[in-house]
T-cell receptor, first 114, second 116 residues
Framework: KNQVEQSPQSLIILEGKNCTLQ??????????LRWYKQDTGRGPVSLTI?????NTKSNGRYTATLDADTKQSSLHITASQLSDSASYIC?????????????FGTGTRLTVIP | SQTIHQWPATLVQPVGSPLSLECTVE??????LYWYRQAAGRGLQLLFY??????ISSEVPQNLSASRPQDRQFILSSKKLLLSDSGFYLC???????????????FGPGTRLTVT
């Protein structure tokens, strides 16, 4: 069964600290993995996308890693800011041409406190 | 550039009333269009997707329906709302000519629906 699991479910950190969010998946055959940021009451916005051959991708203070062998990904946030408070969603794409080929994790709710 | 619009932004409706949520996309043609629901504290649940005008695929049987009367317009409807229909509804697009990377999905701002 194709599934995406994220941990932790929620996380509270102090402003300026680093944190790492985890994503494990069983989706096969794998095409790519994306991390989205969703502010409260808004639509998700893409942060990074990684294909099978990529094992790291950065977007400013966000760095995503991918281990396609163990089917694990992480999103590392450096020097957190209050604006980083949001839900972070891991999405894995199934290889193929179908329009419905995305598998969503339930997200990690990050709260950055001053 | 491509833009996706949803309205209304928020909606409070009584049980048993009808529903119509609208989504439009600008700056691309022949996109794939999606409706998702996100219940409080839950992940995104795909409700419908469409690969072309009049072509609707349903993922979850329920009292909701979707229509695509025009290439860049996607409508989510219900004849009679249930309490369980409350949630955050997101429209998204992917593919199409003029934008999109493979099947990356671009989300709209969402509609918060509360059924009372």
């Amino acid at each position: 069964k194709n599934q995406v699991e994220q941990s932790p479910q929620s996380l509270i950190i102090l402003e300026g600290k680093n944190c790492t969010l985890q994503c494990n998946y069983t989706v096969s055959p794998f095409s790519n993995l994306r991390w989205y940021k969703q502010d409260t009451g808004r639509g998700p916005v893409s942060l990074t996308i990684m294909t099978f051959s990529e094992n790291t991708k950065s977007n400013g203070r966000y760095t995503a890693t991918l281990d396609a062998d163990t089917k694990q990904s992480s999103l590392h946030i450096t020097a957190s800011q209050l604006s980083d408070s949001a839900s972070y969603i891991c999405v894995v794409t199934l290889m193929g041409t179908g329009a419905n080929n995305l598998f969503f994790g339930t997200g990690t709710r990050l709260t950055v406190i001053p | 550039s491509q833009t996706i619009h949803q309205w209304p932004a928020t909606l409070v409706q009584p049980v048993g009333s009808p529903l119509s949520l609208e989504c439009t996309v600008e700056g691309t043609s022949n996109p794939n269009l999606y409706w998702y629901r996100q219940a409080a504290g839950r992940g995104l649940q795909l409700l419908f997707y469409s690969v072309g005008i009049g072509q609707i695929s349903s993922e979850v049987p329920q009292n909701l329906s979707a229509s695509r009367p025009q290439d860049r317009q996607f409508i989510l409807s219900s004849k009679k709302l249930l309490l369980s229909d409350s949630g955050f509804y997101l429209c998204a697009w992917s593919g199409g000519r003029g934008g999109g990377v493979g099947y990356e999905q671009y989300f709209g701002p969402g509609t918060r629906l509360t059924v009372t």
